[in-house]
């Protein structure tokens, strides 16, 4: 676990304030969800692409 703080620390710092801004906020979320047992609720990239790619295929009639 402190491997996991300390390099979110540091990458924090290097990166530009709209992006550790962007992931603290994202971290905050994933912290609440998990206090309130709704990570399942979640969407994942993996599933959210997915979908995505669905919707892009073309229709063949």
Known sequence: MDMLVE???TKLR???PNIA???WERILEIIDLADRDALDMMR?????QEVL???DE???Q
Not at 44 to 48: H, K, L, N, P, Q
Request: net charge negative; no cysteine; aromatic share 10%.
């Open 53 to 55: 790619d669905l919707l």
């Open 58 to 60: 073309p229709i063949f």
């Open 21 to 23: 801004a962007a992931v």
């Open 44 to 48: 994942s990239r993996v599933v959210e």
């Open 7 to 9: 390099r979110l620390d």
């Open 14 to 16: 290097e990166w530009e």
